[in-house]
């Protein structure tokens, strides 16, 4: 499944750069994207962290 995938996303991309679009078809260009994504990593990192020590100290 990975590989078929891996293929598709390169003939995505080669098409993309034949058609003078770029090298990244599938970014998402979004405003202010960084400090929202660098907030968005840091609340998925502590939730993760809590579920874990949650789990371990049930057992």
Do not use: C, T, Y
């Not at 995505?12 to 929202?36: F, K, M, Q, R, T």
């Amino acid at each position: 499944g990975e590989s078929i995938i891996g293929v598709a996303m390169a003939m995505i991309i080669v098409a993309s750069i034949a058609l003078g679009e770029g090298e990244a078809p599938l970014a998402l260009n979004l405003h202010n994207w960084d400090i929202v994504s660098q907030v968005l990593g840091l609340i998925f990192f502590v939730s993760a962290i809590v579920i874990l020590v949650r789990q371990i100290m049930k057992k």
